[in-house]
């Protein structure tokens, strides 16, 4: 037959509670922990992933491209007067020359204009195109150096020769226009006119690497929201 005296004493004793209650406190301190350490690498793996997976998927698309002519002549000229690497890595500087013999290519034009009938032209010029010629590249995804209109400056076997740095900040087939700025007079008025005289295709591999340098912005920005979330899933769960 059991006491009851014995019953009530370990019902009542206050060592029993108060290890129950550091067994709890214990347990919820090692949940904690736990928690603590695995938001910190969940949080550093997505920063490192995503800026991988975008980058892996452009380099996917960019390889699909099918084959591309690497020069485009819109005047006929030599494509060699286009200096342009077929390939190139994102965000790394390259070089691209244009090398034109003006007084041929304004001798050309004036061909072309004089034998034109009334009324047309040869991409909006009219009169008599001057030799004195400036070139100027464009590209849409493309970091360049020195834009704008950049008079002849080396002249090389009665040919001038530009030189332009640029970086392309896109990967795929990217283009880069190649345009000549020239003067014609016209019944006594000068015009001055741009024309587009070729264009260069490059095939740009994607930089995993150079992309997270160059977008720090948007791996700090997704680190602050999900350090936010982090912080308050804790006081919730608190």
């Known amino acids: 037959m059991s006491n009851p005296d014995s019953n009530h004493h370990q019902s009542t004793d206050p060592d029993s509670n108060n290890t129950e209650a550091k067994n709890t406190e214990e347990n919820s301190m090692k949940s904690s ?8 690498v969940a949080l550093l793996l997505v920063l490192l992933v995503i800026p991988f997976s975008i980058n892996s998927f452009m380099h996917m698309l960019a390889n ?18 286009i200096t342009a690497p077929k390939e190139a890595q994102q965000y790394q ?26 009324g047309t032209s040869i991409q909006g010029i009219t ?21 704008g209109p950049q008079r002849q400056m080396y002249i090389l076997n009665d040919a001038t020769e530009w030189t332009w740095q ?7 087939t990217q283009k880069i226009t190649f345009k000549m700025h020239v003067t014609s007079t016209d019944r006594d008025q000068q015009k001055t006119h741009e ?20 977008n720090w912005w948007i791996l700090a920005l997704t680190g602050l929201i999900l350090f936010g979330g982090w912080k308050a899933l804790r006081r919730y769960n608190i």
């Open 33 to 40: 922990t736990n928690t603590s350490l695995v938001m910190p």
């Open 127 to 147: 009169g008599y195109v001057s030799p004195q010629m400036q070139a100027e590249i464009a590209g849409e995804n493309f970091r360049i150096e020195n834009p």
């Open 64 to 81: 699909k491209n099918q084959f591309v002519h690497p020069v485009i002549m819109k005047i006929p000229l030599a494509s060699s007067v």
């Open 195 to 214: 024309i587009e005289l070729a264009e260069a295709n490059i095939i740009v591999e994607s930089n995993t690497l150079m992309w997270m340098v160059y």
């Open 93 to 118: 500087s390259i070089e691209v020359k244009l090398r034109v013999n003006t007084d041929q290519l304004a001798e050309f034009i004036n061909e072309l204009v004089s034998m034109s009938s009334a």
């Open 166 to 172: 640029v970086a392309p900040q896109s990967s795929g």
